[in-house]
């Protein structure tokens, strides 16, 4: 097993496809020396030796030390240094770097090789004393903390005490003198807290890095980064050895972050930060405020063309849009990383679009980058734009720099600790900070936006946010916030901790109290997008709708009709007409209670219109597409009141005992409801259910139909466990439909169908598929049947199921993405076997599943004709169905069945 990869004078002997093994920074480097770019010599130590050291009790793999001596030699051969040398000694920095990118989580140690000796050849070298000494004082600093664990703060209040006592303000006017004081103030500081001097030998010194960046793989931060952002499955971090280049020698050097495109708005335009005369993390700590590339430019014109010219190469090379950081030493350019870089949700359909119109990307290439997430993100809410602009200026506070999209509304807290404590309580919090450290992640997680005073849009805040795509603003350096005291002060204005505050990440602006929101036009990229996917994907896509105005909402959002109508949604609010609620309540009601037929098909005849009118909204809006409209479906209980108080007002409503209510309820007790007189069990008790859904639906499609709108009514019957179940429903459901079209003297054609919901369904599907005219899974039942796990209990038990810590049983929550392996096992038997008996039997799946996009992927491979998800999802099961048809296409496209 090779542990150690060497890049440097042009060769590398990894690549940019070897993020697993070398981390996302490693792989960089090795590619941007394989193309030819300024990249400083190193060598990348594996994720693989990572993982081996935290599993094996901290010992490093056997042929590691040897390794890394035999390509510290090489290093040093290429750069014609040495480590610790006195004269004009190497000096590297250790950075870490996963596969996935992990913004400021894990460590780094900068100036590494530096001693008592090694230090005046710098000094001697550079003729910049002052310069050596700082780098010594920052490398004992970071040392003495990263791999010792000494407090940060011991060491900065020495610092400050030394600027105190030499009158000065900030760190530039210390000499050289100064530096080295502070030098053997640190040192032994370090010998009395660690027992041991500092270390001379730089070999030590860079042991001790090594194990320090592999222990920082499971420091607090990292872990809760990678729980929140979903990141399993890695091994580790790499560990990057680098030759030092200095961005503080003076005012020709600095250093800075860049992105190939705006990562705000996707617009073709360089957009960067650069800091003259700073070293390493300061731009990314959001500690000063940088300038803009523009600037840069000004300043510093050949090193800018330079630059410039990495971009387009980089751009041209990875054919995505690259997030890269950069020094300037003394004038002359070091990439130091690329990597794919964040971007708000606009950005990223804007980006993919322009580069197919550029030529650099295909369309499938641009289908298959855009993420369910990047659509879900789209849909963050905005500031309402009713509200009057005279309004917005008097609350407006503060402004800063637009770091992260949509708007957000939240108390102002001011740390990560309490922000999570709040939330915890349900309450919407803004996490406001000087400047976010990699340790706010958990507060940054739950806050509803994040403000903070210092910093650029390559800050550690911004990056995070834009990763989330959180509402974040940064540098609004107007906010003088006081920790201790709980506010900050505006111009004037206090806000204490727990007031209402209002971000607009989009512009960067911050208001006083809870400014109204709305969801936002999507971009009209988005469109492009979408247009494309459906153009290449092979399966339908339906709603999940239960009356006209969802019906409505899902056409916009794409669907191609309704997949699953739950009937039951609209007995009790009447969303059209919201002062007859209480009516259709009381019919439903009434029938429940109801002990003989007679009386219960007097309450069904007053529930029958509601629902005719519902059904009739919904081919309105659905003309022609199909509409799959399934009967009465949960346990009757679940209608009723179960307190002594309810039911005797309902008694009274409907003219009975409060007896009679109270002994039907007693009667309608069951102790596992969701296996119980449910589902069509229902209809074949009750056969009037039947004639009056039916009846509705079929009144409202001729209704509809007469008005010249094209009806395709599906009628489903749920939970069918038996093909003589459905056959005795389905005689029913006939007989009532064709009776009223005969007496209508027009023609409609409908079909009967089922859900598959029970596993003997899914088994004896061939038997069932001689009664059904299609089939509809329910993969919500379906995977609580065969994997006996209730739907509305599972909450309970199954995180420890999926947690990594613990036993990590599932991979995924079976209730939100398919399990394949067991309920897919029986989904694809049951459509083998459907189509065994019907060769062209429509079938969709309806589960919650048809919006997530692996289950998509799923449904598109066994062959399904189309997936239903609630309207929100469209979007992402339309995406998800052109990926699937992209990497596995299928012979034939789904065709309709009407
Ligand atoms: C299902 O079981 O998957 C389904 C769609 O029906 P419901 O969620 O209403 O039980
Ligand atoms: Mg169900």
Known sequence: ????????????????????????????????????????????????????????????????????????????????????????????????????????????????????????????????????????????????????????????????????????????????????????????????????????????????????????????????????????GLLGTAVNVVQMVFGNTGENSGTGVCFTRDPSTGQKSFYGDFLINAQGEDVVAGIRTPMHLVEMARRMPKVYKQLERARKTLERHYRDMQDMEFTVEDGTLYMLQTRTGKRTPAATFRIAVDMVNEGLIKRNDALLRITAEDIERLFY?????????????????????????????????????????????????????????????????????????????????????????????????????????KKMTVDGHVIRQGEWITLDGTEGVVYQGEVPLVTPEMPKHYFTILQWADEVRQIGVRANADTAHDARKAREMGAEGVGLCRTEHMFFKDFEQ??????????????????????????????????????????????GCPVTIRLIDPPLHEFVPHEPEQQKELALKIGVAPEVVARRVEQLYEANPMLGHRGCR??????EILEMQVGAIIEAAIECKKEGIKVIPEIMHPLILDKKELKFLDVATRRVADEIIQRSGMKLEYLVGTMIELPRAALLADEIAEVAEFFSFGTNDLTQTVMGLSRDDAGRFLPDYLDESKAAILSADPFQTLDQAGVGMLVEWAIKKGRATRKHLEIGICGEHGGDPKSVRFCHDVGMDYVSASAFRIPIARLAAAQAAILSPRKHRAHSHH
Not at 40 to 48: H, K, S
Not at 74 to 92: C, F, I
Not at 384 to 405: H, K
Not at 682 to 687: H, I, M, N
């Open 682 to 687: 229902l209809c074949v008790t009750y056969p």
């Open 578 to 623: 919201p002062e007859l609620s209480t009516e259709r309540q009381l019919a439903i009601q009434e029938m429940i209670i109801a002990d003989t037929e007679p009386l219960r098909r007097q309450a069904l005849d007053k529930l029958r219109p509601f629902q005719r009118r519902d059904f009739a909204g919904i081919f309105r809006e659905m003309d």
């Open 381 to 485: 809410p905005v500031i309402d734009s009713s509200v009057a602009p005279q309004e917005l200026s008097l609350r407006r506070l503060a402004s800063g720099i637009n770091a992260g999209p949509g708007a957000a509304v939240g108390v102002a807290v001011f740390t990560a600790h309490e922000a999570e404590e709040l939330a915890k309580q349900g309450q919407k919090v803004i996490l406001v900070r000087r400047e976010t450290s990699p340790e706010d992640v958990g507060g940054m997680a739950v806050a509803q936006g994040i403000l903070t005073a210092t910093g650029g849009k390559t800050s550690h805040a911004a990056v995070v946010a834009r990763g989330w795509g959180k509402c974040c603003i940064v540098g609004c350096e107007e906010l003088d916030i006081d920790y201790a005291a």
């Open 1 to 232: 097993m090779r542990n150690v990869y060497f890049f440097g004078a042009g060769k590398a002997e990894g690549h940019g496809g070897m993020k697993e093994l070398l981390g996302g920074k490693g792989a960089g480097l090795a590619e941007m020396t394989r193309i030819g770019l300024p990249v400083p010599a190193g060598f990348t130590i594996t994720t693989e030796c990572c993982d081996y050291y935290l599993k094996h009790d901290r010992k490093l793999p056997g042929s590691l030390r040897s390794e890394v001596k035999k390509n510290l030699a090489r290093l040093e051969r290429v750069t014609g240094k040495q480590l610790g040398d006195s004269r004009d000694p190497l000096l590297v920095s250790i950075r870490s770097g996963s596969a996935r990118s992990m913004p400021g989580m894990m460590e780094t140690i900068l100036n590494l090789g530096l001693n008592s000796r090694s230090v005046e050849g710098l000094a001697n070298n550079t003729g910049n004393p002052r310069f050596a000494w700082d780098a010594y004082r920052r490398f004992v600093q970071m040392y003495s903390t990263v791999v010792m664990g000494l407090p940060k703060e011991d060491l900065e209040s020495k610092l400050r005490a030394l600027k105190a006592r030499r009158k000065v303000k900030i760190d530039t006017e210390l000499e050289a003198d100064d530096w080295k004081q502070l030098v053997q103030e640190y040192k032994s500081y370090f010998k009395e807290r660690a027992g041991k001097p500092f270390p001379e030998d730089p070999a030590e010194q860079l042991w001790g890095a090594i194990g320090a960046v592999f222990e920082s793989w499971l420091a607090e931060k990292a872990v809760t980064y990678r729980r929140v952002e979903h990141i399993t």
